[in-house]
């Protein structure tokens, strides 16, 4: 079976980030003073061929931990679908 | 004691190492490529600066998977001497050869400029022969230097006198304006419990040869050489 993998991957929230930061304040210079606290992030999608969804996932699983994301920095989660 | 020195794809201070290495200090430098599986008899292994894949996903990430890792790391391991300088601090700590990350610069700039730091102590063979009162003015370039840790790390950091190198003013004081990045406690450079892998940001590379008009960076290749040799 194939699922695709949706993955998100977020700056700690104990740590600063400054693209979000400086995107927060480039919004304000657009009158839109309402909006606070951007962080960003990344998203990956990926395909995944396994004969489970749950196979599928202790893939992705490991991929995160090993390559897409840095847990000393950044936090992961993902949504797969079978594709 | 042999060097080698590793080219990624988008290693861009290799050229600068091993130029160094050889034509001014006199070493015998082997070039390694990413994708040998062998270090060829090295002592020393540097894993220079540049942009390893483009610094796709995360600085370091990428390189950290290349097939020459899998040596770095046994070499480490049985107490064999590596050194990464700016993006190779960034693939030893992708491969938890050393504690912490890097994080993206505080001020979100690139930062291309001379600041200055000094040893923190003289435990390891990078800073075992330089004063550690002495400012040492070397070049920072990295958008990237922002070291992090959590708490107990740095503790323990502190405790085994891992921190090899902080960020300081001209006169050597560690302040806050000194520090270029927001590195936590101003760490420029660390090394692991064994005291024989390192990292650091500044480039003393680029700070070596007095045609440059700086030598302040030929101090830490010294006091490698100096400790070796004695």
Redesign the interface.
Known sequence: MKFRAEIDIMPLKA??D??G??VTSSLKNLNLSEIENVRIGKHISLEIEATDKATASLKVEEACKK??A?Q??ESYEFELIEA | MKFGVITFPGSNCDADMIYVLESLFNQKVERLWHKDTDLKGVDFVILPGGFSYGDY??SG??AN?SPIMTEVVKHAEKGGYVMGICNGFQILC?SKLLP??L??????KFICKNIHLKADNNASIVNAHIDTKQALKIPIAHGEGRY???EETIAELNANNQIIFRYCDENGDITEESNPN?SLENIAGVCNAGKNVFGMMPHPERAADAELGNVDGALIFESILGLIKA
């Open positions: 740590l600063l400054p693209q930061k400086a390559l897409l840095n000393l920095m | 996903l995360r990430a990428i998977y992708e912490g990350t994080l993206h610069n505080n001020n979100q992090f840790a959590s927001g």
